[in-house]
């Protein structure tokens, strides 16, 4: 039998699924009686399609897998904590188990800005348990956001250098 370690693994390769497609590296796997039923990466910028998070895609996949949008005897494990429209599919999919690794202070809808899974007003709860393997999945998207800045910063370099050797 696998563990929370082992399935965020998992969600952690998706995620640098999404990384090499220049997505933001975020992963998610949907598991059924010890069994992986979906997994997905985030493809928004891709697609060009703002549902397109890895949780949102997940949960659409195994709803065809299972054969009913009620995924309840499911756990999802995903590398970021889930935003509000994820925790809300989260909740109207009816999983009961989400895992996450990293932390979103600012978008987080499971514990960081607010927790939506277990608000008592809906009719369905979910347990959420966070910091599985949450070094590395802070990593694998701090390490992707450096990177973009300092592709930005050698851009703006690059043209400043270009527009100074115009003017001589």
């Keep these: ?36 039923i979906a997994h997905a990466h985030n493809l928004r910028e891709s697609l060009q399609l703002p549902t397109a998070h890895a949780e949102h895609i997940a949960i659409e996949r195994a709803s065809k897998v299972v054969g009913s949008w009620r995924l309840e005897e499911c756990t999802l494990y995903v590398t970021l904590e889930p935003c509000v429209m994820c925790a809300g599919a989260i909740v109207m999919s009816r999983i009961p188990r989400v895992v996450y690794g990293a932390v979103d202070p600012k978008g987080g809808c499971t514990g960081s800005l ?55």
Aim: hydrophobic share 40%; glycine share 4%.
């Design 1 to 36: 039998m696998r563990t929370d370690k082992d399935y965020m693994r998992l969600a952690i390769k998706e995620a640098q699924k999404a990384q090499a497609l220049g997505e933001v590296p975020i992963g998610a796997v949907i598991v059924k009686n010890d069994q992986v």
């Design 114 to 168: 607010m927790n939506l899974l277990e608000q008592p007003q809906f009719n369905h709860r979910a347990i959420v348990e966070s910091g599985i393997l949450e070094n590395e999945c802070s990593t694998l998207l701090r390490d992707f956001f450096k990177n973009i800045r300092q592709q930005k910063k050698a851009l703006k370099q690059a043209k400043i250098q270009n527009d100074t050797n115009l003017l001589e």
